[in-house]
Nanobody, 123 residues
Framework: QVQLVESGGGLVQAGGSLTLSCAASGLTFRRYNMAWFRQAPGKEREFVAATYWSDGSQTMSESVKGRFTISRDNAKNTVYLQMNSLKPEDTAVYYC????????????????WGQGTQVTVSS
């Protein structure tokens, strides 16, 4: 079955950096769109970034544009989220999601999800 396993979360000071990884198995990774979402306590799950397999394009949310970068390594079946200039408002559980065709930013559009990794940014 499809498994997505996130790693790389942790505690970091404001202005710092973290790189999240999501290792995928049970799917043809190179033919899947991969996305990152995040969810802060008491808030809805929010789109962060996505990378699309068919044309290599990417979409970033306005709140992270210029600070976060999404990338993928098809040979390793892994998608990454490089997060720089972190702010306390970036504190959330970060989730990896996968879908073979969706190119949207709504969480309910994605078929497969990881368990999440906590990112905490202290001020």
């Amino acid at each position: 079955q499809v498994q997505l396993v996130e790693s790389g979360g942790g505690l970091v000071q404001a202005g710092g950096s973290l790189t999240l990884s999501c290792a995928a198995s049970g799917l043809t990774f190179r033919r899947y769109n991969m996305a990152w979402f995040r969810q802060a306590p008491g808030k809805e799950r929010e789109f962060v970034a996505a990378t699309y397999w068919s044309d290599g394009s990417q979409t970033m949310s306005e709140s992270v544009k210029g600070r976060f970068t999404i990338s993928r390594d098809n040979a390793k079946n892994t998608v990454y989220l490089q997060m720089n200039s972190l702010k306390p408002e970036d504190t959330a559980v970060y989730y990896c999601a996968a879908d073979p065709s969706v190119r949207g930013t709504q969480a309910d559009e994605y078929d497969y999800w990881g368990q999440g990794t906590q990112v905490t940014v202290s001020s």
